[in-house]
């Protein structure tokens, strides 16, 4: 029998006597602009790709009133889909794509650049577990990567439920700005 080695595990519960080298976890390592590309990477394909979802939610979140002061009643997802598609086609899923797109790289890549950053000051990268270095880490990467989405997420609202604004980032930007 192996005697109780703190550099090997037992490789199931049932045979502890086969066992393996315990590895220390891996740096992810990567320098800033590495993480600021695959953040910029990861978010932009993650938004654009469920973007036809998000023009769904968006319909359902948005409360219409009716003619009457009234507000219509749940429809369902797939009513509301239905919807887009005879009112706009196929693009109408897309309308605001182009707001997504322009906020969501710089977005995500600041969040990636601040949260590894971060990790790093805090010692969270250090071997072991850090929940509460990471957690702040986290903390603070959400809200330096929020104040350029959340500008974006409405301008992408507006142009998902105005048919009658432009369907163009720069008409949208302006009449938020104003």
Known sequence: SFARDPFTRPLCLYCSSVRRPVMEPEYEGGSFVVH????????????????????????????????????????????????????????????????????????????????????????????GHHPFQAGAAGVIATIASDAVLSPTDAIKQRMQLHPHIANTFSIVFYSCVK
């Open 36 to 127: 600021l590309i695959a953040g910029a990477t990861a978010g932009t394909a993650e938004h654009c790709g469920m973007f036809p979802i998000d023009t769904i939610k968006t319909h359902l979140q948005a409360i219409k009133a009716t003619p009457s002061g009234g507000v219509h009643p749940y429809i369902g997802a797939l009513q509301t889909t239905k919807n887009i598609l005879a009112q706009w086609g196929p693009g109408g899923f897309f309308r605001g794509l182009s707001a997504v797109a322009a906020g969501s790289a710089p977005a995500h890549a600041i969040y990636f650049a601040t949260y590894e950053a971060c990790k790093n000051q805090f010692g969270a990268d250090l071997p």
